[in-house]
């Protein structure tokens, strides 16, 4: 890689054991910053820490649920007073939901996931910046690109990542009085399974790739090269925004027609080829004039089927 920048730092990167939090803590690391990862999976941080320091990367693994401001505090004391400095903090821990309908949607559920996705990164940089103000640093917020597009039955994870963005600006205009920059970063797809303990194989099928404008689903290692640029000196510039990460599919736009319900059926049945024989399906049911005429057609091939 053959950079250093952050040669003689102290990075905080939540949720570090494993996924994002976890390449983002190993490109910091590689790069010359002390990291400490703070995570509720006291195994895969051990293992991660592990990882790192055999790899001559100087980290320790703190035991706290980033929700809770007793952890949180604590956490964040025993970093300042192993490495003597916090210059940046990485809010990454989040946890996804069910996906159950607004009607099932319990108030619990609607609370945990605002507790560790947004009241996490406040309490976060609530402690750390009582240490990140005495030399300057940064703050970099993972939210997510389903702060501004939804699936059904998303909610409280949209909600969310939402809340995050703005607490992204709100805290940028804050801190910059003590040289503190904010940036928020929006992933789009991002394939964890080599990053997870132990690694997973990844069950990605070229179509899943193919779906977006880069070619490809991405990756841990792309949150990181860009959490690394943004927590480096060359971003001094750049504070209080968001940055949507997403190998271009929130820039695409789409409208249902032949060419989206080809793609559509590919990505169903793994398969380009059944894509287009429906798509010639539909080209043909077309060309009878009328829907009339249409409906009888597909009425005799479904007979036959
Ligand atoms: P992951 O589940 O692989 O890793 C999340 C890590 O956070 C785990 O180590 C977990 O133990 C830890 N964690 C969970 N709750 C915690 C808590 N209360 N306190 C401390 N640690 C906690 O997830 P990931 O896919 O790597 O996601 C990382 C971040 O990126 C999340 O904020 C997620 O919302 C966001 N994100 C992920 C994707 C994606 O496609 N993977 C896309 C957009 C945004």
């Known amino acids: ?58 980290s320790i693994f703190i035991y706290a649920d980033v929700s809770n401001e007793d952890h949180v505090r604590e956490a964040i004391d025993t970093v300042y007073k192993r490495f003597k400095a916090i210059n940046v903090l990485v ?68 909600a969310s990542k939402g809340g995050l963005i703005a607490l992204t600006h709100a805290l940028a205009i804050s801190l910059a009085k003590y040289g503190i920059r904010v940036v928020s970063v929006s992933p789009g797809w991002i394939d964890t399974s080599a990053w997870q303990i132990p690694p997973k194989g990844s069950r990605l099928s070229p179509l899943d790739h193919m779906w977006h404008p880069a070619g490809r689903v991405g990756r841990p290692e792309d949150i990181a090269a860009l959490v690394a640029f943004l927590a480096s000196d060359e971003a001094s510039w750049i504070t209080g925004v968001n940055i949507v990460i997403d190998g271009g599919v929130s820039a695409k736009m789409v409208y249902l027609d032949e060419s989206v319900i080809e793609e559509g059926l590919a990505m169903l049945f793994q398969d380009r080829g059944v894509g287009k024989m429906f798509r010639e399906l539909i080209e043909r049911l077309k060309s009878y004039g009328s829907v009339e005429e249409a409906k009888k057609r597909l009425g005799e091939i479904l007979e036959k089927l």
């Open 1 to 58: 890689m053959g950079m250093n920048r952050f040669v003689g730092k102290v990075c905080v990167v939540t949720g570090g054991a494993r996924g994002i939090g976890a390449a983002i803590a190993h490109r910091l690391g590689l790069e010359g910053c002390k990291v400490a990862i703070l995570d509720v999976d006291r195994e895969a941080g051990e293992q991660r820490v592990k990882m790192l320091s055999s790899m001559s990367i100087e």
């Open 91 to 158: 809010n990454n821990a989040g946890i996804g939901f069910s996906g159950k309908s607004l009607e099932e949607q319990t108030l619990d559920e609607w609370r945990r996931i605002i507790d560790v996705n947004l009241t996490g990164p406040w309490l976060c940089s609530k402690h750390a910046v009582r240490y990140m103000k005495l030399s300057g640093g940064v703050i970099i917020n993972i939210a997510s690109t389903r702060a501004f597009q939804s699936e059904p039955n998303t909610e409280p994870y949209s």
